[in-house]
């Protein structure tokens, strides 16, 4: 039977759209979370919407590791933002999506001090912005929450894949304070699923070729470290963000490869804050979530929500 959010699950649907000052009161309507089944790896069970909603309001971060081209997730992470922030917790918004280089844009228009518009200009927002995360954002700025732009800019990742980690040592200082002062890239089970995961891709799997395995080898070696040079830049603003407002509740949003099996940026984020109490939820769209089985899934999350993929567009 399929699980659906509870009507408590909050929109905002009427905030800034064009002038820059946040409402007094939002204005905000009940909608439902996209139909999805919800999966307590602890517990071996489905679960109720308000069940892991109870579990992650417990947490002082939350990570939600997100598919970045399924609608539904991105309408599941909307009703988790709303559901937590109707506890009595503050709440901070964190997102993967924008780079620490544009927080003060960010604030900027969070604070009513410029557009929406002018927001978006200087902010290099993903590509889908409007469809997949302004609601999000938006929900934030009408209830007075922090966002948090927590990754690191993408020229710095960029730079670190061709060059490797030691390139961060070459960035001035006002370049260099955007990555994290610490960045730790073991060569662990994070390691071998990313490597395993690089196997065939165009940017990484290289020639299949024995002669080639050096030079494939080097190439998944800084691909990894700009993945960690991220990792660690945003755990540093979520724990940043935690010293910044104690008591508050961090949900995160990231790529699931960042949060899944607790490792990546949540890994990051336990060792800067061991008494971090933090809850990974992962999102995997299937065809139909009524017939999937989340438990093949259940060790990349504290909780699986498994969301209806989107059908396949017509074939030309």
Request: positive net charge; aromatic residues 6%.
């Amino acid at each position: 039977m399929l699980r659906r959010a509870p009507r408590a699950a909050l929109l905002a649907v009427a905030v800034a759209t064009g002038a820059c000052a946040r409402p007094s009161a939002p204005n905000v309507a009940p909608v439902r979370a996209p139909e999805s089944r919800f999966y307590a790896s602890a517990d071996k069970r489905n679960v109720s919407f308000e069940a892991m909603m109870r579990a992650a309001s417990r947490a002082d971060v939350v990570f939600l590791g997100e598919q970045h081209d399924d609608p539904a997730t991105h309408r599941a992470e909307l009703a988790v933002l709303a559901a937590l922030g109707n506890g009595s917790r503050p709440v901070v918004l964190s997102l993967e999506m924008f780079e620490r280089d544009v927080q003060g844009v960010l604030d900027d228009y969070l604070a009513g001090q410029i557009s929406e518009g002018d927001f978006l200009a200087r902010s290099r927002p993903w590509e889908r912005y409007t469809t997949d995360y302004r609601a999000m954002v938006e929900l934030a700025h009408a209830r007075g929450w922090p966002v948090v732009a927590s990754n690191v800019p993408r020229r710095i990742a960029s730079a670190v894949s061709r060059k490797g980690l030691a390139v961060l040592d070459t960035l001035a200082a006002t370049e260099r304070a955007f990555a994290a002062r610490e960045n730790s890239c073991p060569r662990d089970a994070y390691y071998d699923r990313f490597a395993e995961s690089m196997k065939g891709h165009s940017a990484g799997g290289g020639p299949p070729t024995a002669a080639d395995s050096a030079a494939m080898r080097a190439m998944t070696d800084r691909f990894y470290e700009a993945q960690c040079v991220k990792d660690e830049a945003m755990a540093e603003s979520i724990v940043a963000a935690r010293a910044k407002a104690p008591g508050a509740i961090v949900f995160h949003v990231d790529g699931a490869f960042h949060s899944d099996f607790g490792l990546g940026t949540a890994a990051r984020v336990r060792r800067r804050d061991p008494g971090a109490r933090t809850v990974v939820l992962t999102a995997i769209p299937v065809d139909d979530p009524a017939t999937a089985s989340p438990a093949e899934h259940a060790a990349r999350g504290d909780f699986v929500i498994v969301t209806r993929k989107p059908p396949a567009p017509p074939k030309p």
